[in-house]
Every structure is written in structure tokens, then in C-alpha cells.
């Protein structure tokens, strides 16, 4: 009897470990801490000689490359996240650095480490950059050697700070797991000791997304974490950029454009400068590429500038990319001259010595409609023309259409960096040959081009020009036409039709149309009433000046204004 008892007892205690087994198994494995450890290539998608970048708190997509040791990264994320002045000549080998003093340039594909300024040669200690296909990358010292930034290598990653700031940081109470997510049964990152501290970047109910010392992302239980407390970061500042010292002058800008096109154009200095009241700059428009070598055609003389710095004006000489053409009518491709560095530095030393012998006081860049693909090489044009500039005592200013989206690649930005005055060509909002009646300048074209210009331009070196001119549209079915009105000549014009025009207040500009033989005749007239609220806003934006096109189209009421505006 005992021992049926015995078996009976045994039976039951042996069906109660299986259910609780069965039972309590499924609870077990859900309030278990898992330990399965994270691949750690594959969290930070990495492989071979490519690893992963952190920067400041965030992955990021672009990975940098190990290569003997030592850290690069490609140039298009050198650009975007560290130093954008980087310039690479793939078809003469080169790698530049245009700073506000001097170009530093380097050998592209086969460097050895080898880098050279006005200094004389210097050397890194290892190649500073590596061409692979279309790739060409930047070692991540030599990019320390212009850039305050830190970086520092782990076995798969690189963490990288461009920014400082506060940081909250805590220290681990108990040894634990850092999980690539916020739960117990997330993959483990590393384990993490006692008294390690780690960088708190958000706080949950119950975990926390930290980032370790060795900048590993992960999730920490709440529990596990002492107090937090904010601590200051350090940042670098090794390298202090050189100063893009200007020549502004002394008030405001009036400058007037005199249109020449051929050397005896310059004897018409007196008949256009008579009557232009609070000029005090002139610029010949003298100079335009005339070849694909950068070399350009020139109708600049002394005479003229030794006149007219008697008359007490400063004169900018005005380089263009569109008055010239060759044998088969075509203007001249800037993009050839521009992305090659030897022509594009024929063109910027030559200009430059050749306004030091005239005896310019400065020199003005207007090339117009620059291809997007051009940008770059346009861009780092007008930083070497800075540096000649600079060195020659020349003033610099660049002429820009009113800001659009379609010309971004113009880089107002920089032009506010580098250059003395960013010219806005405030007009052509229509414009000859369009077939698009309406104002060439209405206000609010006006007012978008200036605010939107200083909002990435120091105010006082931007200079809005107006114009002094505006366009008969004739429309007739489907067909227009168009011709120029030139202010000089309105009252004439006006007196011919015999109609009276009727002030707009959309555009603020007096409005004319009436019916012809040959259509609908419209005209947004510019005179001195359109003229007066333009300076307004110019005066409202405290801008430093106005420019005209161009010289011997203005009345004396319309330079009575500007005179007003320019001693305000």
C-alpha cells in the first residue's frame, strides 16, 4: 500500500515539473534578458576597408574609407558636412584650397603627402588624398589642416564632431547592456561596466538612448543609470581662417554702367558722365572673353581713367562672357575656361594685372546665364579673382540676377564672403525677345531680389541696380514684339501717342496701353515716380548702393533721386 502511494506521489510531483515547465517556460522567455550579441558590421553596415561615420550623435549614410592606417573621406561628404572650399581639377590633376590670402594645391592621383602655398611645400606624413574611379578622397588630416573639426577612429567607425554644445551624460550604477533598441530582448551592442559614463541623447519611460565612449548607439535601461548632468564640450579651434579684408568704400555706391563697345566708345566719357548727379563710380563695360584659352578682348585705356578720376570717379572695369563672338557667331563657352585651372588662371591674372596698369580701382564680373554644371568652377573663379584682388588693391563686385531657385548655383553666400560688393540686376523681370508682356522691373520683383540677397548677403555690400529703361510690347494675335524705351526719350514718347498713362499700384509703375494698327500697345513706363519707390525699399533694407544700366539713359529728375538717395 505505502509503495503505491510512493508511485501515486511521484506521478503527481512529475506532472507538476511538466506543467510548470510547459507553463512557465513561455514566461520565462518573455521576461528574460536576451543575450544575443549584435553583429556589429552588420549594424553599421560595413565592410573591407569602409566604416561606418558618426557624426555628432547621428549614423550616417556616407561611410569613410581606412586605408593604411589612416582615415579619408570622399569629397562630396567633406563638402557637405566639414568644408565646402575643397576644389578638385580631375583633367590637370590638381586638389586646390582658395582661402581668402592664397591658393594651396596638391597633386590629385599619386600624391605622396606633398602640399604647397605661398609658404613653400609642406608634408603631411601620408597621401593626402586617393583617386578610385570617380571617387576622390580627402584624408581626414588634411582636412583638419583648414577645418576645426575632430575625429577620432574605432575598429568600425569614425565619430566626428563639427559642432559643440551641452551634453547630458550620466554614469552606469550597476554593470549592464547597451541594446541596439529599447528592450530586454533587443541584440546586445557591448557590455558596459560600473561607473562608465555615457552621453544621455533621449530620456523614455524606461530606456534610454545612449551613446557610449567609444560612440556606439544604443539603448540603456532607465534603472541602470544614475542622475543625469550637463557637461560642456570642448570645441577645436586650431585652425583660424584667414580674414577676407575688403575695400568698401566710404558711403554709399552710385555707380553707373557706360556701355562701350570698341575703344573709340571711351571718348563718350563726358557726354555719359555729364548729368549723372552723386556718381561716383563709372564702369566701362571694356573687357570680354574672347577665347576658350582665357584670354579676353580689351578696350581698356588710361586716358580714360586718369579723366576720370579727375572727375573725382572711381572706375570698375566689367568682364563679361557674352559681348563676344566668334567666327561662327557663337559667345564663348566660359565652362571651358572655368574648369580648367590654368585658364582659369591665365584669365584671373591677366585681368588683374591689366587693371593694375591701367590704374582701375576695381574690377567687375558680370558673366550671365553660367550653366548649373559651371557652378563650381565659377564659384572658385571668384575666390582666386578675390585673392588677385585682394593682393592688387582692386575692388571686387559681381553682377547676379534677381534670386531664383534655377540660379542658386551662383552662390550669393559666398559671393558675400569673398567679394566686396554682389551687384543685383534688378530688372528684366520681362524682357526683350520674352514675348512675355509685363513690367521689367515691378516692385515686388524689386523687393524679393533685395531681401532675398540679403538674407545671405551683408546688406552693406549689396548694390541694387535699376533700370533706366523699359519695353514697348505690341501684341497682335499671337504674335508679339517688342521694342526698347530708354527714359531719355519718354517724355518724347508720350507726347507722340497721346494717350495718358494710369498710375498701377501693383507694380507701382505708371501703366499705358491703347490700340494701334499694329495691336495692343503696352508699356509699365519706368520715370522717376517707379525710380523713387525702388530707392525707397533700397533705403528701407540699408543696403550700400545703387548701380544703373546704364549711363545716357536717365533724365536729370531721375539722378536728383538717386543724388538724394546716395548722400542719405
Given at each position: 500500500?505505502?509503495?503505491?502511494?510512493?508511485?501515486?506521489?511521484?506521478?503527481?510531483?512529475?506532472?507538476?515539473?511538466?506543467?510548470?515547465?510547459?507553463?512557465?517556460k513561455?514566461?520565462?522567455?518573455?521576461?528574460?534578458?536576451?543575450?544575443?550579441?549584435?553583429?556589429?558590421?552588420?549594424?553599421?553596415?560595413?565592410?573591407?576597408?569602409?566604416?561606418?561615420?558618426?557624426?555628432?550623435?547621428?549614423?550616417?549614410?556616407?561611410?569613410?574609407?581606412?586605408?593604411?592606417?589612416?582615415?579619408?573621406?570622399d569629397?562630396?561628404?567633406?563638402?557637405?558636412?566639414?568644408?565646402?572650399?575643397?576644389?578638385v581639377?580631375?583633367?590637370?590633376?590638381?586638389?586646390?584650397?582658395?582661402?581668402?590670402?592664397?591658393?594651396?594645391?596638391?597633386?590629385?592621383?599619386?600624391n605622396?603627402?606633398?602640399?604647397?602655398?605661398?609658404?613653400?611645400?609642406?608634408?603631411?606624413?601620408?597621401?593626402?588624398?586617393?583617386?578610385?574611379?570617380?571617387?576622390?578622397?580627402?584624408?581626414?588630416?588634411?582636412?583638419?589642416?583648414?577645418?576645426?573639426?575632430?575625429?577620432?577612429?574605432?575598429?568600425?567607425?569614425?565619430?566626428v564632431?563639427?559642432?559643440?554644445?551641452?551634453?547630458?551624460?550620466?554614469?552606469?550604477?550597476?554593470?549592464?547592456?547597451?541594446?541596439?533598441?529599447?528592450?530586454?530582448?533587443?541584440p546586445?551592442?557591448?557590455?558596459?561596466?560600473?561607473?562608465?559614463?555615457?552621453?544621455?541623447?533621449e530620456?523614455?519611460?524606461?530606456?534610454?538612448?545612449?551613446?557610449?565612449?567609444?560612440?556606439?548607439?544604443?539603448?540603456?535601461?532607465?534603472?541602470?543609470?544614475?542622475?543625469t548632468?550637463?557637461?560642456?564640450?570642448?570645441?577645436?579651434?586650431?585652425?583660424?581662417?584667414?580674414?577676407?579684408?575688403?575695400l568698401?568704400?566710404?558711403?554709399?555706391?552710385?555707380?553707373?554702367?557706360?556701355?562701350i563697345?570698341?575703344?573709340?566708345?571711351?571718348?563718350?566719357?563726358?557726354?555719359?558722365?555729364?548729368?549723372?548727379?552723386?556718381?561716383?563710380?563709372?564702369a566701362?563695360?571694356?573687357?570680354?572673353?574672347?577665347?576658350?584659352?582665357?584670354?579676353?578682348?580689351?578696350?581698356?585705356?588710361?586716358?580714360?581713367?586718369?579723366?576720370?578720376?579727375?572727375?573725382?570717379?572711381?572706375?570698375?572695369?566689367?568682364?563679361?562672357?557674352?559681348?563676344?563672338?566668334?567666327e561662327?557667331?557663337?559667345?564663348?563657352?566660359e565652362?571651358?575656361v572655368?574648369?580648367?585651372?590654368?585658364?582659369?588662371?591665365t584669365?584671373?591674372?591677366?585681368?588683374a594685372?591689366?587693371?593694375?596698369?591701367?590704374?582701375?580701382?576695381g574690377?567687375?564680373?558680370?558673366?550671365?546665364?553660367?550653366?548649373?554644371?559651371?557652378?563650381?568652377?565659377?564659384?572658385?573663379?571668384?575666390?582666386?579673382?578675390?585673392?588677385?584682388?585682394?593682393r592688387?588693391?582692386l575692388?571686387?563686385?559681381?553682377?547676379?540676377?534677381?534670386?531664383?531657385?534655377?540660379?542658386?548655383?551662383?552662390?550669393?553666400?559666398?559671393?558675400?564672403?569673398?567679394?566686396?560688393?554682389?551687384?543685383?540686376?534688378?530688372?528684366?523681370?520681362h524682357?526683350?525677345?520674352?514675348?512675355?508682356?509685363?513690367?521689367?522691373?515691378?516692385?515686388?520683383?524689386?523687393?524679393?531680389?533685395?531681401?532675398?540677397?540679403?538674407?545671405?548677403?551683408?546688406?552693406?555690400?549689396?548694390?541694387?541696380?535699376?533700370p533706366?529703361?523699359?519695353?514697348?510690347?505690341?501684341?497682335?494675335?499671337?504674335?508679339?514684339?517688342?521694342?526698347?524705351?530708354?527714359?531719355?526719350?519718354?517724355?518724347?514718347?508720350?507726347?507722340?501717342?497721346?494717350?495718358?498713362?494710369?498710375?498701377d499700384?501693383?507694380?507701382?509703375q505708371?501703366?499705358?496701353?491703347?490700340?494701334?494698327?499694329?495691336?495692343?500697345?503696352?508699356?509699365?513706363?519706368?520715370?522717376?515716380?517707379?525710380?523713387?519707390?525702388?530707392?525707397?525699399?533700397?533705403?528701407?533694407?540699408?543696403?550700400?548702393?545703387?548701380?544703373?544700366?546704364?549711363?545716357?539713359?536717365?533724365?536729370?529728375?531721375?539722378?536728383?533721386?538717386?543724388?538724394?538717395?546716395?548722400?542719405?
Amino acid at each position: 500500500m505505502k509503495k503505491k502511494i510512493l508511485v501515486f506521489l511521484i506521478a503527481i510531483v512529475l506532472i507538476g515539473i511538466v506543467a510548470v515547465f510547459t507553463l512557465g517556460k513561455p514566461l520565462l522567455d518573455k521576461y528574460s534578458y536576451s543575450t544575443e550579441k549584435m553583429d556589429l558590421d552588420e549594424y553599421f553596415g560595413v565592410q573591407g576597408e569602409r566604416i561606418a561615420i558618426v557624426l555628432q550623435d547621428e549614423i550616417m549614410e556616407e561611410q569613410a574609407l581606412i586605408r593604411d592606417g589612416f582615415c579619408y573621406f570622399d569629397l562630396d561628404t567633406v563638402h557637405k558636412y566639414m568644408n565646402e572650399i575643397f576644389y578638385v581639377d580631375r583633367a590637370e590633376n590638381l586638389l586646390l584650397y582658395t582661402d581668402a590670402i592664397q591658393t594651396t594645391s596638391a597633386v590629385l592621383d599619386g600624391n605622396t603627402g606633398v602640399y604647397t602655398d605661398s609658404q613653400g611645400e609642406h608634408e603631411l606624413g601620408h597621401p593626402l588624398c586617393l583617386v578610385e574611379g570617380d571617387k576622390v578622397y580627402l584624408a581626414a588630416d588634411y582636412v583638419k589642416v583648414f577645418t576645426n573639426y575632430s575625429y577620432e577612429v574605432f575598429d568600425r567607425h569614425v565619430q566626428v564632431y563639427t559642432q559643440w554644445g551641452e551634453r547630458q551624460v550620466a554614469q552606469v550604477k550597476k554593470k549592464t547592456n547597451v541594446r541596439e533598441k529599447g528592450g530586454i530582448k533587443s541584440p546586445i551592442l557591448r557590455e558596459i561596466e560600473q561607473g562608465e559614463s555615457v552621453e544621455v541623447l533621449e530620456q523614455m519611460e524606461t530606456w534610454s538612448k545612449v551613446k557610449t565612449s567609444d560612440s556606439l548607439i544604443g539603448y540603456v535601461e532607465n534603472k541602470r543609470l544614475g542622475e543625469t548632468a550637463a557637461q560642456q564640450e570642448t570645441p577645436v579651434t586650431d585652425y583660424a581662417a584667414p580674414e577676407y579684408t575688403g575695400l568698401p568704400m566710404e558711403g554709399k555706391v552710385s555707380l553707373g554702367f557706360h556701355a562701350i563697345g570698341a575703344v573709340a566708345g571711351n571718348s563718350t566719357f563726358y557726354e555719359m558722365a555729364s548729368g549723372a548727379k552723386g556718381m561716383n563710380v563709372i564702369a566701362p563695360t571694356w573687357f570680354s572673353l574672347n577665347d576658350e584659352e582665357g584670354h579676353y578682348r580689351s578696350f581698356g585705356e588710361a586716358g580714360y581713367v586718369n579723366t576720370a578720376h579727375a572727375a573725382g570717379l572711381k572706375v570698375w572695369g566689367v568682364l563679361d562672357n557674352f559681348n563676344y563672338r566668334n567666327e561662327t557667331g557663337s559667345s564663348i563657352d566660359e565652362y571651358v575656361v572655368l574648369s580648367s585651372t590654368s585658364k582659369r588662371q591665365t584669365l584671373v591674372n591677366n585681368i588683374a594685372g591689366e587693371a593694375v596698369e591701367l590704374g582701375l580701382d576695381g574690377i567687375n564680373i558680370d558673366f550671365e546665364q553660367v550653366a548649373e554644371k559651371t557652378g563650381e568652377h565659377y564659384v572658385q573663379f571668384l575666390r582666386e579673382m578675390s585673392v588677385a584682388c585682394r593682393r592688387s588693391g582692386l575692388v571686387l563686385s559681381v553682377d547676379n540676377y534677381v534670386p531664383f531657385h534655377f540660379n542658386e548655383h551662383y552662390r550669393l553666400d559666398i559671393q558675400g564672403e569673398v567679394a566686396d560688393y554682389v551687384v543685383i540686376m534688378g530688372y528684366d523681370e520681362h524682357w526683350h525677345g520674352s514675348k512675355d508682356p509685363g513690367s521689367v522691373a515691378s516692385i515686388e520683383y524689386v523687393t524679393n531680389g533685395i531681401t532675398k540677397t540679403v538674407s545671405e548677403v551683408p546688406a552693406e555690400k549689396v548694390i541694387n541696380a535699376l533700370p533706366l529703361y523699359t519695353i514697348v510690347w505690341t501684341t497682335n494675335g499671337t504674335q508679339v514684339t517688342d521694342e526698347y524705351l530708354t527714359m531719355n526719350n519718354l517724355a518724347e514718347f508720350l507726347n507722340q501717342v497721346g494717350a495718358e498713362p494710369e498710375w498701377d499700384e501693383t507694380t507701382c509703375q505708371n501703366y499705358l496701353e491703347w490700340n494701334s494698327s499694329a495691336g495692343l500697345k503696352q508699356v509699365w513706363l519706368e520715370d522717376a515716380e517707379s525710380i523713387r519707390v525702388k530707392l525707397n525699399v533700397m533705403t528701407s533694407n540699408e543696403i550700400g548702393g545703387v548701380a544703373v544700366w546704364r549711363l545716357g539713359y536717365g533724365t536729370a529728375a531721375v539722378w536728383e533721386l538717386i543724388n538724394a538717395y546716395s548722400m542719405s
